[in-house]
């Protein structure tokens, strides 16, 4: 996506060779219009799939998320960082390491959410390690959904996450996959 690649490289800020800051469009503050742009496509790459409900993880990826939900006409479900002080229902957990915070953080979607006959596609920010993302897709497994595939906006291709969920079987689309953050400089992998 040429809009997305031109507004990391005018508003992306490497932080490391592993760490690209991208507040000003995806983890702090929200470009709108690329944001619909990019949910847009995402419902155009997986719309073939019936897709039941789109689901991520709070909060950076519930911009993206609510953009593919709106474009395909389905809920979208987020997963909580950690248990709310209300009574919940029945809730499925996963404690997964989180790459920014450098400590684990529990994800949590109440079973009313995900139903056994849904088909769910998982949408996310930034893939690395992937934690986050299996974190997500075995709280999907045990709730007996079927997962369609993973959507995710920037892939760092240098971090094993999202080659080991594709090996897996798993069909994972990004829109701007990042070869290198080495020597403070941007590369694009095609
Ligand atoms: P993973 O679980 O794949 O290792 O990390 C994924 C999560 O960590 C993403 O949801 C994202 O919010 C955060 N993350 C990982 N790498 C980066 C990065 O380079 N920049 C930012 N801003 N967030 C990142």
């Not at 690329?34 to 073939?48: I, V």
């Not at 997963?79 to 997964?96: D, I, P, T």
């Not at 594709?166 to 829109?175: A, K, N, V, Y």
Request: with cysteine.
């Amino acid at each position: 996506m040429d809009k997305l690649k031109q507004a990391i490289i005018e508003q992306g800020v490497v932080v490391s060779d592993q760490v690209l800051k991208l507040d000003a469009l995806l983890n702090h503050q929200v470009d709108p219009q690329l944001t619909m742009e990019m949910g847009r496509q995402f419902a155009d790459l997986f719309r073939s799939e019936h897709v039941t409900r789109v689901v991520t993880v709070e909060s950076s990826g519930i911009s993206i998320a609510f953009a593919t939900a709106y474009a395909l006409g389905v809920p979208l479900v987020f997963a909580r960082r950690k248990k709310s002080l209300q009574v919940e229902s029945e809730v499925l957990c996963e404690r997964v390491p989180s790459f920014t915070k450098g400590m684990v953080t529990d994800l949590l979607i109440s079973k009313e959410f995900l139903k056994e006959n849904d088909r769910i596609l998982f949408i996310d920010d930034i893939i690395a390690n992937g934690d986050a993302a299996r974190g997500l897709i075995r709280i999907i497994e045990r709730s007996g959904a079927t997962l369609i595939g993973a959507g995710i906006v920037v892939e760092k291709c240098f971090q094993p996450g999202a080659n080991a969920l594709r090996e897996s079987g798993i069909r994972l689309e990004s829109l701007a996959k990042i070869a290198s953050l080495e020597g403070g400089k941007i590369v694009f992998a095609e």
